[in-house]
């Protein structure tokens, strides 16, 4: 609504009024910030003379809005505003506070000072125009505020994946520094730590919502992503949580995850990554779940020597692994579930939903091809290696 021009000069005459004594008002509206928001009153990293100067500058954008016509030629004040209380750390919700207790505080000065029943009339024409400076300042402050918490994010976040790196590939220093990363990464329980290995697949995430998961469980970890893996170092509160960890992290893995040993010194780190890569090794390709380092000796031995499993793994098959692909997959498929079932034909075939004398023909044909029987221990090794071998995919698969 337009206002007549008495009414124009009427209110340009209370705003200037306003600006005039702007400093005292100034002192007036910080203490009443301070007394109605507890934020402010409580933080240690907000001097007083910060706030004061930011409630100065927006309170003189506010009312030059007002003056103006009701639109904020200047942004800056808000904005400053947002970036200093994210960096101090006040809450959003604070900052958000305090701009409405400024539009109040400016409304009931403007009321005041309008004495008379015509001033109060149209001074009410203009109650929209307060309002909505003060949600144009404060959804600038807003914005600078979400912006320099997202860049103090990354800055964290950056910071913190050096500082992880450095523990886990050994350049952090003597026990004292080491321990050092560990507290600025609250990570400095006493022990014990494990390091976890998870393979990155297609760029999709391994272990998805990890943290959360394990956090569950009272485990702090953090995390950074190396060449094609996710790697993690976790704060165990006690020792048999080991097993919770891997119970936690089968239940999510999306790809091969390798758990290292536990240790109890952060200098310790590097080995265990070198663990936990190995460990994911002894999975099968493609084959998401969890295994731990020394759980399984000889799969460790294939993961750690490819070259020489691949060729044991040639020595002892032969002329097997020229078959066709489908009649090879069966020989060493009936071959694992022998294994699996502890030598037993009959149980390996009730695993494999077949008779026991095609399980019995399938073992001699493998000893036909190879020349090691399964009953003898010493070819029944050599099998058991090579089948390692080839299902770690040191061999053609």
């Known amino acids: 609504m337009t206002m007549p021009p008495s009414a124009e000069t009427r209110m340009t005459d209370l705003l200037d009024r306003l600006l005039g004594p702007v400093d005292s008002l100034t002192d007036e509206l910080t203490a009443e910030i301070l007394n109605g928001e507890h934020s402010y009153a409580e933080s240690t990293l907000l001097s007083h003379e910060q706030l004061r100067t930011a409630v100065h500058d927006n309170l003189c954008t506010l009312l030059m809005a007002l003056k103006n016509g009701g639109v904020p030629t200047n942004m800056d004040a808000p904005r400053a505003a947002g970036r200093l209380k994210a960096e ?42 307060v309002w909505v400076i003060i949600d144009e300042c404060s959804s ?6 979400r912006t ?38 609250r990570l400095d329980r ?15 995430d391994p272990l998805p919502a990890v943290e959360g998961q394990l956090r ?58 070198r663990e936990a890569q190995l460990a994911a090794k002894c999975l099968p390709p493609g084959a998401p779940g969890t295994h731990i380092y020394g759980s399984s000796p000889i799969a460790l031995l294939a993961a750690t020597s490819p070259d020489a499993a691949s060729e044991v793994a040639h020595t002892v098959f032969g002329p097997l692994l020229t078959l066709p692909t ?18 037993s034909t009959t149980r390996a075939a009730e695993h494999l939903h077949c008779h026991r004398n095609t399980v019995l023909y ?32 040191t061999i053609p698969g």
Not at 332 to 340: A, G, K, S
Not at 362 to 371: A, C, K, Q, V, Y
């Open 88 to 129: 101090r750390g006040i809450p959003l919700a604070a900052l958000l506070h305090a701009f409405r207790l400024g539009g109040r505080f400016i409304w009931d000065r403007l009321l005041a000072m309008a004495l008379d029943q015509d001033s109060a009339t149209w001074l009410l024409h203009r109650a929209s125009d």
């Open 140 to 145: 600038a402050a807003a914005d600078a505020y």
């Open 148 to 185: 320099a918490v997202e860049e103090q994010a990354r800055r964290d976040a950056s910071a913190r994946s050096v500082m992880l790196t450095t523990l886990l590939d050994g350049t952090a220093g003597n026990s004292s520094s080491a321990w050092e990363v560990m507290r600025v990464l």
């Open 190 to 204: 006493k022990g014990p730590f494990l390091v976890v290995c998870a393979e990155i697949n297609d760029g999709a």
């Open 216 to 273: 569950a469980v009272d485990i702090n970890s953090e995390w950074i992503h190396g060449a094609g893996s996710l790697l993690g170092l976790l704060a165990l509160p006690n020792e048999h949580m080991a097993v919770a960890v891997e119970e936690r992290l089968d239940g999510i893995a999306l790809s091969r995850v390798g758990i290292s040993r536990s240790f109890t010194s952060p200098i310790d780190a590097p080995n265990a990554r």
């Open 326 to 343: 489908a009649e090879r997959a069966v020989l060493l498929d009936t071959l694992d579930i022998w294994f699996t079932a502890g030598g």
């Open 362 to 393: 399938r073992l001699n044909r493998i000893t036909e091809l190879t020349g090691r029987r399964t009953s003898d221990a010493d070819s029944s090794a050599e099998l058991y290696v090579a089948l390692q071998a080839a299902r770690l995919g």
